[in-house]
């Protein structure tokens, strides 16, 4: 059974590229571009059971298709390996692709890229089930490339637009910095460890590097490079609220879900490095913390409905990177499923509520459609509580409370950790309910156009099951991984502070982003209002909103002068050195031809010169 | 006969050649620059002739021979020529024969 | 003799092709067709007879034809095939196929004369991947230039004298540049050894002091920089790109520039190795240079065969920085690199030369929204753009990733700079991609998509692309089979 | 004079005596045809001659060796060639024509007794038998303003430099008491330490001579307007027979008299070659007139054989030799389109008179093409194993400069050409084009040639031959 691996990124590529090469009518697009992705879940369901029925040795399992390439002692594979962390991710990603893909046959029922639409889609979920596959980090890079690829492509899916296609544009440029930086980990790491395989390097890490030797801190630190770049963190979070421009199912499946955890998933899986190095550990655990509490004042200013979403999901990202950057890795892995599932959901239950109003993305012309919508209300609530860490009942409390806990108690936890995710948990409640509120309670601002069916709701109402039971797995998932990523819960933390009483507060907390969300946006409106009144509220408002001003200053640290300087070297300065040869040439020519005089008397001349010359020449030199 | 110094004979030619040098450059008309050019000769001739008496062989009165046949040749040929520019330009300014040039 | 064969088909195969154009059009575009063809039947028939016998390292080279020419000076005819010549001749003809067929439809004036042009490069630059006497070398090499020049000249742009008079005269220059050295190095063999040669095999080895051998391998360098090219003699091309039509640039972009990469690999560090590794460090910062440049103006320029023009001098860059950095790992990478760039940007070329014979327009300005009337040509676009700026899975990214890789090794600060030469190719790869295929349609275009000549081509050079991308092994083998004759080679 | 001697002239003999046989021939009756004939039999009498004639030094003025006999060939072949392109030229002109080729014959001898000369006296005479008839010869259409006016200035400037090179030469007699190049290589080789203060001037007068007749600078100056004034077969044997004839001269001048262990005069020379292949070259580089372009043209290509000789020795003396011959190839060719092209009232020498000649006479048009690219020295044409000959040459003695210098110069030489190149290939402009005269011979001409320059190019071994076992007979 665990020899069907290689099909699960096989059929959705092959779905692709015959959607892509080939014109099918629409039902038939649909219908193949669903298949195939069910198919892959299936496999991947099958596999698991056979995983665990029948665990291999060592509880992995490497299937080597062909030897990519074999120079010198550079011997890359295309090989997949499957282990407990790649089966989870694998099996959570075909499944919420599958739901994801049925979804968009409703969703994206009008428009006249459908096939294009899918066959990127295919593509993508390919590129990512590559990527959680992949044995070696060259493989993996090329899935990481290809999701960043698809993920570009999708989000100027409607290209006519220009903006769109700028998104695009920018959430693959700054993506690739990281990459780039990613790519050079991966020259650091072939040249000191003399291969690429991950496992290998994981073994030979701890021989060849001492714990915080440099280079595994500047490997560590390159990797992390990639993942913030991948997972929108800081300093590179800036594409992913415009990524958002994308198709919703686009915004749920990428950009939520799946591509934007990929920079977990490197990080989880290479974490012996990061063991190594405590160094690049602490900078991930800093990225994730900083990043958490960033984006999640950010969501608190934002109209789009999507950009809430999307700064929420960089929010929730930084808390996947806190569990790893303190140690907390099985947490993490966690709270990447729960967040998959509410955070997919968020985003379907919004695209229902988008298309309902005729592409109305502002939360402030939405309002009281609790009725109108009854299943998008109540999944989306479902989510956002799940979202906001509603204590026992949903999976999101349960993971979030575990890395909350972990931020305190891991090996490398601290309380500050701690206290900063306990700030993201009031800040995710205030604007996850600031969002609930604005958009389903209150008076309606517009008409509904469209009611939704059944191939976006049903998505929906499984996802909200999941987003409630998918936290109940937390103690076998832990045993689960344990082979993968070790997970010591007593390892002597900075902190000693009981999981029991870490959620308590959690809890508390929550409860009171929940009442100040309320108050501020439903109770009395005006309040929130007077907090932007006056300058300083207002300019922080603005702060906030623009994302803490990042863009700004990208662009103009770097994107203008790059343009500028592409622009004023655009004719190639260099060929004025050749055109000023040829000009020299053209001079002399000039100068020469005055000598050809045309007077007999003068070329007599120039030869009675010429013949004193050289009598002097032969006379005195 | 005392025998004159080759020095002698030498500067002289050399004096010739340089007047007839000047002439050809100085003069504009065809005519005085084709006498120049003879003055020219003869000056190499009168070197040759100096020449080959410092040797005490009859080489350079031999040269001097062939100076003459050629020069009288060119002057044939010179003349000829000129007599075509003079119908053809009604002047014998050696600045006129400009037609082409660059 | 299959080596004669196939410099004498395509010679014989052009003049056919001309006279042939005086009868019927199609004849001579049969006839020019049916040569290459045939050509590259006889290439792949070397490659099977050779590869699958698998003896690497028994024999130096496959096959060989040496005849005495020019005794007076040791002037050798000699032609000599290895797995590095293979895999150039192969790149060679399929490039030549792929400029035919796309020649087909176009409407060609003096077609026989264009025919005999296009059939007789081809023949020239086969004669620089086989000739093993460095006479014969620099002869096919100058060869070149002359149908290069009268397609540029005849068949190009509004300024198209310009721009062939330019490339004439700059690779010219460097050419007499490279015979002095070459001159230098017989002479400086018969002083060594009494013996007049210009025979690579025999060049191997002679004894240079330092000095002069700088001196000789700058000279041998120049010629192969300039055609590469590489900053700061490569204003030639962008002008050359921007004029030429696109079966020329084909060959332009596509196959003389491989003809530098394959100059320096097989000379510069085989003949000259301590001067070699001595002006390594100059050359792998100008190559450096060369790829952020080109990348940088690839991103400004308006004029798709500019950018196009540009793009590829900074993949050129990679190749250069691969091969001087004394990694074998690298050097793989360099070969590869000349392989699949031949093959991607021919196919940006070819792409940008269907946008232009449909919209009568180079500039990418007026270009937008063409995905909305083109979309198989759009996506062809795409595809090989996201070649370019160095997609995993294709080609063109395996030969840069293991120059990077390779490089890394010796000089890791310049690596990290050339790594963001890749970072600069998704800028310029986007921006085309952004202009000419997205936006809004606002001329509004309402074109032809691709026939299915163009999209048999097109589609061709994509399956090439992905299997040197995917399963690049017998590249990599043919290579391995070659490097071993290169003596000395790359530790 | 034995009888071996009058054999050992017998090349020399046939042409003088069938410019006489033309004179009479024209007394007889004017007829061009038979003049024509006869011209034409006498040089290929004085070709094959060469093959069987024993080489012998014909007292001391000839040295009628193998170097001398093999210019003999290429002369008298060049003149045949001449000869050829001016029959059609001059067949439908209302003119007298058969004195044409008397002169034309005569002016051959002259550069013949040149490239045979062992002796200042009989270079002399070469010279001026040489000069005489080709003032005539750039002259021959009277009543046209421009042949005259280059007729005069040719004469000026030739008699004045002639007398440059008599009051030389007469120094150099003055010194050393002979004027027989191998008894001056001998005085010089016995006396280690001459007297150099007669000597050395006169050399330097001695190649003011020469140096006005291959037209290097600064002696140059006569030579586009002679080019351009003249009709187009006599400028193609000016630029080739006399050139090539003095050169010749040059040569033997340089190896045998032993004037090159001056290092002085050798820096005379290196300043002439580089003066003039960049001052050639840059003068061309925009003209607008071809016979000028081909005029400066050939002050550089001078300048590059000044490289060779300065080089000296087997390899230097051979390389001269074979550029030479491609020089008188690739010149004869491109004059011979000149010559096709011309209309009756002036010559093609117009750039705008070869506007699209490609799409009007292909072949012609890539004829032309060959010549000038071999002129540039571009491979598979005589002209590139010329320049690699020469580049060779200055590599086997180190002169790394001036080969550098030669590069660089035929790079700007190589602009030149392609600017007429591209005129031949662009679409053809409505000017009025000169309606050419049908010339078959002229033809034949160009077909010749341009199979000789390819093979040449491709396949030079036999004349490599020819020129090692004719320089041999030099050193």
New interface residues.
Partial sequence: MLGLLWLIPAIPFASALALAVLRFPRKVVAWIAVSSIAASSIISLLVTFSFLHAPPAGNAYTEVLWTWMRVGDFRPEIAFYLDPLSLIMVVVVAFVSFLIHLYSTEFMAGDDGYSRFFAYMNLFVASMLTLLLANNLLLLYLGWEGVGLCSYLLIGFWYRDPENGLAGRKAFIVTRVGDTAMLIGLFLLFHDLGTLNIQELMQRAPQHWHLGAGAAVAAGLLLLGGAVGKSAQLPLQTWLPDAMAGPTPVSALIHAATMVTAGVYLIARTHVLYSLAPPAQFAVAVVGAATLLIAGFSALTQWDLKRVLAYSTISQIGYMFLALGVGAWPAAILHFMTHAFFKALLFLAAGVVIQALHEEHNIFRMGGLRKKLPVAFWTFLIAGCSLAGLPLITAGAFSKDWILWGAASAANGSMGFWIVALIGILLTSLYTFRMIFLVFFGEMHSEVTKKPGMAMLIPCIVLAFLSIAGGYVKTPFAHFLETALPWNAAAAGAVHISEIGSETVAGLVFLLGLVLAYVLFLRSRSYAASLTDNAAGAALHRFWFSDWGMDWLYDRLLVRPYAWAARIDKGDLIDGFYSGIAELNVLAWRVLGLTESGRLRWYAAGIAAGSIIYIAVVLFL | MTEVP?AYG?IL??IL?AL??AG???R?N?LF??IS?EI??N???V??V???S??G?P??Q??FL??LA??A??VS??LA??L??YR??HTLD??R?????? | MILLWLIVVLVGGGLLAWLAARIHPLLCRWISLAAVLVDLALALFEASRHLSSGNAGMNTWFEQVDWSWIPQFGIHFHLALDGLSLLLVLLTLVLGVVSVVISWSAHIKALGFYHLNLLWILAGILGVFLSLDLFLFYFSWELMLIPMYFLIAIWGGERRTYAAVKFFLFTQLSGLLMLIAILALYFAHYHATGVYTFQYTALLGTPLSPHTAMWIMLGFFIAFAVKLPMFPFHTWLPDACAEASTATNVILAGLLATTAGYGMIRFLFPLFPGAFRAFAPVAMTLAVITILYGAILAFSQTNLMRLLAYASISHLGFVLLGIFSGSGIALQGAVMTLIAHGISTSALFIVAGSIEDRTHTREIGVMGGLWDTVPRLSGAGLFFALASLGLPGLGDFVGEFLILLGTYRAHTAMTVVAACGVLAATFYALRFVQRAFQGPNLRPWRLPDLALREGLTLGAMMVVLLWLGLYPQPVFHTFAQAANHLPALWR | MTASDMLALLPLLLIAGSSVAVLIAAAVGRNHAVAFGLSLSGLAASFCSVFFVPATQVTALLDIDGYALFFFGLISAASFAVALLAYGYLRNRDIDKEEFYVLLLVATLGAMILAASSHFASFFLGLEVLSIALYALIAYFGDRPLPVEAGIKYLVLAASSAAFLLFGIALVYADLGTMDFARIEHILAANPNPNLTLLLPGVALVVTGIGFKLALVPFHMWTPDVYQGAPAPVTAFVATVSKGGMFALLLRYFAQSGINRFAPALLVFTIIAIASMLAGNLLALLQSNVKRILAYSSIAHMGYLMVALEVGGAIGASAVVFYLVAYFIMTLGAFAVVTVLSAEHRDADQMEDYRGLFWRRPVLALVFTAMLLSLAGIPMTAGFLGKFYILAAGAAAGSWALILILVIASTIGLFYYLRIVVILYQQPGDANQPLPLRMPAASLVLAALTVILVWLGVYPSWMLQAIHTAIGSLL
């Fill in positions: 080759l030498l030619g050399g050649f007839g040098l050809l450059l100085m504009r065809l620059i084709l050019i020219m000769l000056g190499a001739g070197a040759f100096a020449a080959g410092r040797w062989q080489d350079g031999i040269m062939f100076i050629a020069a040749a060119e040929v010179g020529l000129l075509r520019f053809q330009r050696a600045n024969a400009n037609e082409m040039r660059g």
